[in-house]
């Protein structure tokens, strides 16, 4: 099974982001075959995401943290409760994932990077997204001089999920 890990913001996103996600995933259904998205939670730009993963065809996989794992969450989704907390959560999304795929976001999603990036996963982040993932352009293509992955910035939502789809295969 190949993975996407997606990285996105938690809090209720602008329309123009939801817009850019909407055709990465839109995207990714035509293009990457059987696939795998894993998110981190289902509120904010993640459950955009996971709604049109959905009505798409794409399977998801959802680790809630601690915290949250008795929210409602779609029935077509798996929910993987780990009963880890928000930090940790994300550790286990970036290891169960073949790459990391960042939306935009602000800390949890710069944590997902890196690691991400520590676990020598490949990183694809979305540029111009107008929050703060956008600041760690300035270390790409690597987060530092151990080189472990490389971090690419790609501007359109379409290249984004043509490049995940590469790496999978």
């Known amino acids: ?7 996105a913001l938690g809090t ?3 329309k123009n982001l939801v817009e850019k996600a909407s055709v990465f995933v839109r995207k990714l259904s035509k293009t990457c075959g059987k696939t795998v998205i894993a998110v981190g939670g289902y509120w904010g730009l993640m459950k955009h995401v996971v709604d049109l ?3 798409e065809g794409i ?11 008795d929210y409602y969450f779609p029935e077509e989704a798996i929910v993987v409760r780990t009963g880890l907390g928000y930090r940790l959560r994300s550790v286990a999304l970036v290891k169960t994932s073949n790459i990391l ?13 890196v690691t ?3 676990e020598g996963k490949p990183i694809l982040v979305l540029d111009e997204t107008g929050l703060s993932t956008d600041k760690l ?7 530092d001089a151990r080189k472990t ?6 501007r359109d939502p379409e290249t984004l999920a043509l490049r995940a789809c590469e790496f999978l295969r």
């Open 1 to 7: 099974m190949r993975v996407i890990g997606i990285a």
């Open 12 to 14: 209720e996103p602008p």
């Open 53 to 55: 993963a959905l009505s």
């Open 59 to 69: 399977k998801v996989l959802i680790f809630p943290p601690v915290e949250k794992e």
């Open 101 to 113: 795929v960042a939306l935009g976001g602000e800390a949890g999603t710069i944590q997902e990077i």
């Open 116 to 118: 991400a990036y520590t």
């Open 137 to 143: 352009k300035t270390l790409a293509p690597y987060i």
């Open 149 to 154: 992955a490389k971090v690419e910035y790609i």
